[in-house]
């Protein structure tokens, strides 16, 4: 079962295109979007030439969100933290 009908992909908005290199060689592309859902929506394709056309990619696109065997869902990412300088909070800047 596809993830998007026709219309909802080409209602989605391009969000990035992001070429990725591997010791300076091309190797895959990550492509954005922001779905028609509301969502975001993220995919490596590693078939898209390094010189594809904004066409193709668009074209490609529609084919991910259109085809279920396509869809990536995005890795939610790891955000971590620290304080720092504890004992001077509240202190005066100047």
Not at 61 to 82: D, F, R
């Amino acid at each position: 079962m596809a993830y998007f009908t026709e219309a909802q992909a080409q209602s989605s908005s391009l969000e990035s295109c992001r070429k990725e290199f591997t010791d300076g060689d091309f190797a895959y592309w990550v492509l954005r979007v922001s779905g028609s859902d509301g969502q975001y929506h993220q995919f490596v394709d590693h078939e898209l030439a390094s010189n594809a056309t904004l066409t193709s990619i668009k074209s490609k696109l529609i084919g991910h969100l259109t085809g279920s065997e396509y869809y990536v869902a995005p890795t939610p990412p790891v955000i971590s933290g620290s304080d720092s300088y504890v004992p001077s909070v509240g202190s005066k800047l100047g």
